[in-house]
């Protein structure tokens, strides 16, 4: 059953802490995404990563880190430095990312609060 | 900066009505444009795209959007909505880094 899977679906942080979000997808997909859903504010791109060992900053990428060490997986640590990292996280994939022309798809989601 | 605009942030209707939502952009050079969905409780999914060819595309569920380049716009309709097309749609622009807009809730009454 192929697919984009994030865990875990709630995650809870507190202040001063760094916390991991895990993507994992077996689709095969070279191209990896993370984006932050705020309400009215939609999807911003924090980081992606196009190939195995190499990622760029999107819009909003400070007080995030992310690596790549797998292509499978595109793991996102919210860094004690992000100051109002309650939001919804996407992970989204694509199958090479390096052309325009390419469909996303998304991952369940991760919500995190900060307690 | 490319950049996607949403006029309607929440969208109330009732069963049979027709939608329109309008969806605007600014984007240097060949765009290509998206409608997700995301409807409660799941994956944001992909309703229809556009990358070239005839202006006027058809997705899944009956929905349709028209490219227009002039506008600089790509809204999306359905003629005759259901319950069950309650949910938040989002226009994407771009390419391998998409833009997206701030989403618009719709709400349908049965």
């Known amino acids: 059953d192929g697919g984009i899977t994030q865990s875990p679906k709630y995650l809870f942080r507190k202040e001063g802490q760094n916390v991991t979000l895990s993507c994992e997808q077996n689709?095969?997909?070279?191209?990896m995404y993370w984006y932050r859903q705020d309400p009215g504010q939609g999807l911003r791109l924090i980081y992606y990563s196009q190939i195995v060992n190499d990622f760029q900053k999107g819009d909003i990428a400070e007080g995030y880190s992310v690596s790549r060490e797998k292509k499978e997986s595109f793991p996102l640590t919210v860094t004690s430095a992000q100051k109002n990292p309650t939001a919804f996280y996407l992970c989204?994939?694509?199958?090479?990312?390096?052309?325009?022309?390419?469909?996303?798809?998304f991952g369940p989601g991760t919500r995190l609060l900060v307690l | 900066a490319q950049s996607v605009s949403q006029h309607n942030h929440h969208v109330i209707l009732s069963e049979a009505a027709s939608l329109e939502l309008g969806c605007n952009y600014s984007?240097?050079?060949?765009?290509?444009l998206f409608w997700y969905v995301q409807y409660p409780g799941q994956h944001l999914q992909l309703l229809l795209k556009?990358?070239?060819?005839?202006?006027l595309v058809k997705g899944i569920k009956g929905f349709e959007a028209e490219f227009i380049k002039s506008k600089f716009s790509f809204n999306l309709r359905k003629p005759s909505v259901q319950w069950s097309d309650t949910a938040e749609y989002f226009c994407g622009a771009g390419g391998n880094k998409l833009t997206f807009g701030g989403g618009t809730r719709v709400l349908v009454k049965p």
């Open positions: 984007y240097g050079g060949t765009v290509n």
């Open positions: 989204a994939s694509s199958i090479r990312g390096a052309t325009r022309q390419e469909t996303q798809y």
């Open positions: 556009y990358f070239s060819g005839d202006p």
């Open positions: 689709l095969n997909h070279d191209a």
